[in-house]
């Protein structure tokens, strides 16, 4: 069974590799989802345990499903 720390940095990294893909810095993400660009930075590197309202807002912003995180 995988810890929930492991849990957190593959959320992080699928983060990482989705804001890339749409050409998004974490203070352009931030701005988009309302939230602070060092949140999305210790996000990405799996440090927070994130909210689904949280996922929510950075799906939205990202403009993907929240499911394409997982």
Do not use: C, P, W
């Not at 994130?50 to 394409?68: F, G, M, Q, R, T």
Request: overall charge positive; cysteine-free.
């Amino acid at each position: 069974m995988m810890s929930i720390t492991t849990k957190r940095k593959e959320f992080g990294s699928r983060l990482r590799e989705l804001r890339k893909k749409a050409g998004l810095s974490q203070e352009e993400l931030g701005f988009k989802a309302g939230l602070h660009r060092t949140y999305i930075g210790s996000i990405e590197r799996g440090e927070q345990n994130i909210s689904v309202d949280n996922i929510n807002k950075l799906a939205k912003a990202l403009k993907i499903s929240a499911k394409e995180f997982f």
